[in-house]
């Protein structure tokens, strides 16, 4: 069997040596891959609103150094790498357009960065498919277009895994180090990057096994593996304290999933809410590994049965492992593992680059992009898998109908968070600084801790007793919540229906997706 680095492509038709004329095309296609999906994710970039978890990137990014670092450690440390990068990045602009447009840059990042894993792992043609169905992807466009860490996620372990199979070909000092900081950094992107990396444990046992079979001089980079690993684990042993010490609580709102929230996630992993490109998309997978069925379990096999082990344990190890344990504890969710993305992509590029035929692939192609465009089309107004709730809307309501001396309740701490993006929006200002605090809207009553946000605004119970002492002296009370569910009534909640009406007889209720807005008043 040839060595890694030298190995013949045996599963897909490799390109020709290329002339000059054939490279300046490839290139150019690539070029305008690229700078078409950047289109793709920039266009309507605004187009939806705001939603809580987007203002809350921004206002966790805008609090003080001080209060900044005190709600990383106390809950935010999952996505510290975005919050950082999100707060020098407001400091050269502060539009809804601007914010987003980190998350385009990510994400714009990531297709040459597919190119490159595929083209390590199988040739050109795979890579450039492959480029082009991350290009096309609506699922990887919907995060595009999110103030939120998960293009950056995706972009990072791509190239965790892209530094893995480099290393695996060719190891040296300078691919060690870009290994240890993508993972690193994948992992403070967002702490699942921790299964990425699990499962490139496991596809690099698989290799070991084959290289002490075949005699291969792997042995060195089982040993340089060992040193990496102790690395990456120093690295990120405050995160895994993090973890420790706050355990499921950030995520206990994450629900059982069901064999319908698994066929979900492989429709939106392929980029679609309906059946036919997933299914294009498995026949593509299993054309891929077809040829090595038979081998995938064994070790010891080649570079060709190798590739596929790593790509399937990609895919499918992150799943199968959060589906197992959320029978205990419900963790799995499917923006959670959109690192599982560019395996998927890979192994149906490599799977559709079988078609010999140059002009019957062309045609292929192209229908499945077709397909996929379908999906960028929906998430420019729509989501696949979550409810976008109204905060900016219910803000504004309020903002709208405030009067001279009315006070303002939030039932949950968190919540006052996009109130202040959407007040800091309607004022104009750069900042939630305390400059229009006083200015715009009524007086926060609750949580409310100093001028601006405070990493104490982040927490709190409200007691009756604070109710009964500061409302009274205002002649209305407005009262906002957000995701409280009727079956399980939030006690703050059932505090303030209980308490404000014993000053304020007079209740209007308003309903918004997600968000509910009263006033109470005295007359």
């Given at each position: ?5 030298a ?11 290329p ?16 700078g ?17 978890d ?32 999100l ?58 277009q ?17 530094f ?46 084959r ?11 089982s ?20 973890v420790a ?131 960028i ?60 605090t006083?200015?715009v ?7 409310h ?75």
């Open positions: 069997m040839p060595p890694p680095q190995a013949a492509d045996q599963s897909v038709e490799a390109w020709p040596f002339s000059s004329f054939v490279r300046w095309v490839h290139r150019l296609t690539l070029l305008l891959v690229v078409t999906g950047t289109i793709i994710r920039l266009v309507y970039l605004v187009r939806k609103p705001f939603w809580f987007e203002c809350f990137s921004v206002e966790v990014a805008r609090v003080g150094w001080r209060s900044f670092l005190q709600l990383l450690w106390w809950r935010e440390a999952n996505m510290a790498l975005y919050y950082v990068l707060r020098v990045w407001l400091q050269f602009g502060q539009s809804e357009f601007f914010i987003r447009s980190l998350s385009v840059l990510a994400a714009a990042a990531t297709l040459p960065a597919i190119y490159w894993l595929a083209g390590l792992l199988y040739n050109r043609r795979v890579a450039l498919i492959a480029t082009a169905l991350l290009c096309f992807n609506a699922y990887q466009v919907r995060y595009a999110e103030a939120r860490s998960y293009a950056l996620f995706l972009l990072l372990a791509t190239l965790s895994s892209g893995l199979i480099a290393l695996v070909r060719e190891p040296s000092r300078r691919l060690h180090l870009g290994y240890i900081l993508a993972s690193v950094l994948a992992v403070y992107a967002h702490f699942y990057a921790l299964l990425l990396l699990a499962a490139h444990w496991l596809a690099l046992r698989w290799l070991e096994s290289g002490k079979a075949d005699h291969q001089s792997i042995a060195p980079l040993a340089q593996m060992r040193s990496v690993w102790k690395t990456i684990g120093i690295a990120v042993l405050p995160l895994l304290i993090f010490k706050t355990g499921g609580g950030p995520i206990r709102w994450i629900h059982r999933p069901g064999l319908h929230d698994l066929f979900a996630f492989y429709e939106h992993l392929s980029g679609s809410a309906s059946w036919p490109l997933p299914a294009i998309y498995t026949v593509a997978c299993i054309a891929a590994v077809a040829p090595f069925a038979g081998q995938l379990k064994a070790r010891g096999q080649s570079w060709e049965v190798w590739r596929s082990q790593f790509l399937l344990l990609w895919l499918l190890f992150p799943v199968v492992l959060t589906a197992v344990l959320s029978v205990i504890r419900p963790v799995f969710l499917t923006r959670y593992l959109i690192f599982c993305m560019p395996a998927l992509v890979i192994l149906v590029a490599a799977g559709l680059a079988r078609l010999r035929n140059s002009w019957l692939l062309a045609a292929v192609l192209t229908g499945v992009l077709l397909l996929a465009s379908q999906g089309f929906f998430v420019y107004d729509h989501d696949f898998d979550t409810e976008r709730d109204a905060a900016g809307a219910a803000t504004n309501f309020v903002l709208d109908h405030t009067q001279p001396g009315d006070a303002i309740f939030f039932h949950i701490p968190q919540i006052r968070v996009p109130y202040e993006f959407y007040r800091s929006v309607r004022a104009g200002e750069n900042t939630a600084s305390a400059s229009f006083a200015q809207g009524p007086e926060i009553l609750y949580p801790y100093g001028a601006g946000l405070d990493y104490r605004d982040f927490r709190g119970k409200l007691s009756a007793d604070f109710v009964r002492a500061k409302a009274p002296g205002h002649p209305r009370v407005w009262v906002v919540l957000m995701y409280n569910g009727p079956k399980l009534p939030d006690p703050t909640n059932v505090l303030l229906s209980q308490v404000l009406p014993e000053t304020f007889p007079k209740m209007q209720r308003w309903q918004f997706p997600q968000a509910e807005v009263r006033l109470y008043s005295k007359q």
